[in-house]
């Protein structure tokens, strides 16, 4: 579904990405770890397509097709969505509009889709409301889960989901986006992929991970099982990574 080959990317002329390589499979859960200011966030932000983030070496296929050059509408219809760690507030653009528009291009998503999935995501009572505006850090994630619901992408680019969620609201998070990565259908029925960044590893109690990565300095040094990764570097931090 994903490969990205050799990718060196700059923001403002500085170089925060060094020859990234990373295959993804449809149906595959990818789960990337790193300590702040790694690069994962920008790893996020140029797949999608980002005018700041600007690729000088290497390429990015997504379903067979080169979005290396492509904008972020065009990798948006191809299937690409991108769940912001710090999403903006828009005055003027309420919820439930965004909602519609997301979903307007595909005959299934009815106002009773929407409606129920506002319904079971809490959000029911946000939709004549500006985007983000005055919400709680767990109404923001909410929302933002609740649009990828709605737009349903092949590829869910998911940036710390449980960051600034309470325990309470964990739950109903990590069920949710298990469900879009169509965690209950064998693997070969699933034609959802999803890559997330993750800090605390709370999303790992709700779906299980087929592959971890650690970004340290804007290069991988760590490949394999989320969990394992995860274990050594709650004991012994990122710095056994680079040891290792």
């Known amino acids: 579904m994903l490969t990205i080959k050799d990718l060196h990317v700059e923001i403002e002329g500085r170089q925060i990405l060094h020859g990234i390589n990373l295959t993804i499979e449809q149906g ?5 770890m790193g300590p702040n200011g790694s690069g994962k966030s920008t790893l996020l932000m140029t797949l999608m397509g980002f005018d700041a983030y600007v690729i000088t070496k290497g390429s990015i296929h997504f379903q067979g097709v080169n979005i290396t050059k492509a904008p972020v509408n065009e990798r948006a219809k191809l299937g690409l969505g991108l769940m912001f760690q710090r999403p903006p507030t828009i005055s003027g653009l309420k919820l439930g509009k965004l909602l519609e528009t997301i ?8 106002e009773e889709v929407i409606k129920n999935a506002a319904q079971y995501m809490q959000m029911n009572t946000f939709m004549e409301r500006d985007l983000n505006k005055g919400f709680s850090g767990g109404e923001i994630k909410r929302s933002e889960v609740l649009q990828m619901m709605i737009q349903r992408p092949s590829l869910m680019l998911l940036d710390e989901p449980e960051s600034g969620v309470d325990i309470e609201n964990i739950h109903l998070m990590g069920e949710s986006i298990a469900f879009i990565l169509q965690k209950k259908l064998p693997f070969a029925k699933r034609t959802s992929s999803g890559l997330i960044i993750t800090h605390t590893g709370y999303i790992l109690d709700y779906l ?7 970004m340290i300095n804007g290069e991988f040094k760590c490949h394999g099982n989320p ?12 710095n056994e990574c680079l040891r290792c």
Request: charged share 35%; aromatic share 4%; net charge negative.
């Open 28 to 32: 595959e859960t990818h789960v990337l």
């Open 103 to 110: 979903g307007s291009e595909n005959e299934n998503i009815t």
């Open 208 to 214: 299980d991970a087929d592959h971890g990565h650690v």
């Open 227 to 238: 969990r394992e990764i995860l274990k050594l570097i709650k004991e012994k931090g990122y």
